[in-house]
């Protein structure tokens, strides 16, 4: 790989991160696609400086007939685009060589939907699993915040109890790139947080004493990590009599989509409640509904009415 090419990367990564907030991973992700694509300009005389139009469609064709996904290829795409639009932008290039390339049309799909009652069954065997009382108001607080919010499981587990103090209607998440928004809580997660609140100020045990975070651990993290909470929720599943396999942190907030919209809900919305910088990326939700249900107007979650029942 060129030193220059090493140098645009360098630069285009920190511009994103200070541009647009980027994660961690995010950047990793960047930095690997890219480091791929100006090894194989490379081997070939060529760089970022130098490359047209065909030779970027040269190495989308590599890709592929290297086994690559539709996914990963869409990716590694996107990654070069953005480092060529930056490179226009900063004079470094007169043109831009990947503007009119085609992507090779990454499908989005979602896993097999947990339907309401599978969820319902989760929450129920988390009041009923753990070694004390303060563990399963733990865990059922857990599981009530991520349906009722969407959240992100790295979200759940970082959130500061400061957020939550004083039965809020409305807490702020704070999310990728360190973007906060705010998420409504229905009465059934208000009532599980006051409830694992007492028990955590009390007699939750060492782990909570003097903890900025809501869901304290002794780790080096300071908190439940989300590792911590994969392995929970498959020992739900199996309390809940659902097939773990299909039970994962990520299809809690696809249910968490996909039931709102089946309730109603206005897809910006959703958008707004799970922190898509893009509508395109919420619109998938839209693939497991009819059109009917797909122009409904936001009313409300469709489990908040047990709060009031």
């Not at 939550?164 to 209607?169: E, N, T, Y």
Request: glycine share 12%.
């Amino acid at each position: 790989m060129h030193g220059q090419d090493s140098r645009w990367i360098s630069a285009f990564l920190e511009g994103i991160a200070a541009e647009k907030g980027a994660a961690r991973n995010t950047l990793l992700s960047y930095g690997r696609d890219l480091q791929d694509a100006a090894a194989w300009l490379g081997a070939r005389g060529q760089s970022f400086a130098t490359a047209g139009r065909a030779d970027v469609e040269a190495y989308l064709v590599a890709c592929d007939a290297a086994g690559l996904s539709t996914a990963t290829r869409a990716r590694r795409l996107s990654a070069i685009r953005q480092l060529f639009r930056f490179a226009h932008a900063e004079g470094w290039r007169t043109d831009d060589p990947a503007i009119r390339i085609a992507g090779p049309g990454r499908r989005r799909s979602l896993p097999q939907d947990l339907g309401k009652d599978e969820v319902l069954a989760l929450i129920e065997a988390a009041g009923r699993t753990g070694r004390s009382e303060a563990e399963r108001a733990r865990n059922r607080c857990m599981l009530e915040l991520l349906y009722a919010t969407g959240m992100r499981v790295s979200e759940l587990v970082g959130l500061p109890v400061s957020a939550v103090r004083g039965d809020p209607r409305m807490i702020l998440v704070r999310g990728k790139g360190g973007k906060e928004r705010m998420v409504p809580l229905n009465e059934p997660a208000r009532k599980a947080l006051a409830q694992w609140l007492g028990l955590r100020d009390g007699a939750a045990g060492e782990a909570a004493k003097g903890s900025r975070f809501l869901f304290p651990a002794r780790g080096r993290a300071g908190h439940l990590t989300r590792q911590g909470f994969h392995g929970l929720l498959k020992t739900l599943a199996i309390t809940a009599g659902i097939d773990p396999a299909r039970v994962a942190p990520h299809r809690l907030r696809h249910a968490f989509a996909t039931h709102l919209l089946a309730g109603g809900a206005d897809l910006r919305a959703i958008q707004t409640m799970l922190g898509h910088a893009d509508l395109a990326t919420t619109e998938i939700y839209t693939h497991v509904l009819d059109g009917r249900l797909r122009e409904l107007v936001l009313k409300k979650h469709p489990l908040a009415r047990r709060g009031s029942s």
